[in-house]
């Protein structure tokens, strides 16, 4: 079956610029989580949703960043006049649900985003 | 919050050896601890995960334990191959929190 997709698989900008990233998660997976991973490392938590809610935003790096889910589906990630350091790869993950039993995330192969 | 420390950075193995990844994790709250596989330009992928109530579980090649007492946790890879060469990742979460927390990978190479 389908896997997580995410849009568009690369993404080069210019400082200053508004940017959003895409994400289908898995159908019927009721959560979906945001991660960033800069060169060479690990993946830094940014948001998830269980459903449209966001239970915890607390890895959002400023107010810059926001994010949404609609339909328990769709989730967009928009980052607001972007700076170099927001280059990474953005990656976003979806399970079955949170909770016991259904913690296995399942990847998309991310979004690179570039800052010129 | 949880803090996830992997060791070692870079492992390096003969085509046939063994290879072990170790996680240690501060927070007694989590558990479940996977282990991810990532290729370059691609997403992690689980390979195993295990849960606080289980010491250690295998799946062919690959085995994880877990020591809850001392909060660590290890990858073990036996009759290593070249397409095991790859980026592993641990991570720990409460599985009520939603988050996992990672650790900051380990390269393997494996050499033919």
């Known amino acids: 079956g389908a896997g997580v997709s995410q849009s568009p698989s690369n993404k080069v900008t210019e400082k200053g610029k508004d940017v959003e990233l895409r994400c289908d998660p898995i159908s019927g997976h009721t959560a979906l989580y945001w991660y960033r991973q800069s060169l060479g490392q690990g993946l830094e938590f940014l948001i998830y949703f269980q459903g449209n809610s966001a239970p915890d935003k607390s890895g959002l790096p400023s107010d810059r960043f926001s994010a949404e889910r609609t339909g328990g589906s769709v989730s967009t990630l928009t980052i607001q006049r972007t700076q170099q350091e927001d280059s990474a790869v953005y990656l976003c993950?979806?399970?079955?649900?949170?909770?016991?039993?259904?913690?296995?995330?399942?990847f998309g192969d991310g979004t690179r985003l570039s800052i010129l | 919050g949880e803090n996830v420390e992997q060791h070692p950075s870079t492992l390096s193995v003969q085509e046939g050896d063994s290879a072990v990844i170790k996680c240690t994790y501060s927070d007694s709250a989590s558990n479940y601890f996977p282990w991810y596989k990532q290729e370059l330009g691609k997403g992690p992928q689980l390979i195993i995960d295990?849960?606080?109530?289980?010491g250690e579980k295998k799946d062919q090649r690959i085995a994880v334990t877990l020591n809850k007492t001392a909060k660590h946790f290890s990858l073990h890879i036996t009759e290593t191959q070249p397409e095991d060469s790859a980026v592993y990742f641990c991570?720990?979460?409460?599985?009520?929190?939603?988050?996992?927390?990672f650790g900051d990978g380990t390269t393997l190479t494996v050499k033919p």
């Open positions: 295990i849960r606080s109530n289980v």
């Open positions: 991570a720990a979460s409460n599985t009520n929190a939603g988050k996992s927390t």
């Open positions: 993950a979806s399970s079955l649900t949170v909770g016991p039993g259904h913690q296995p995330q399942h």
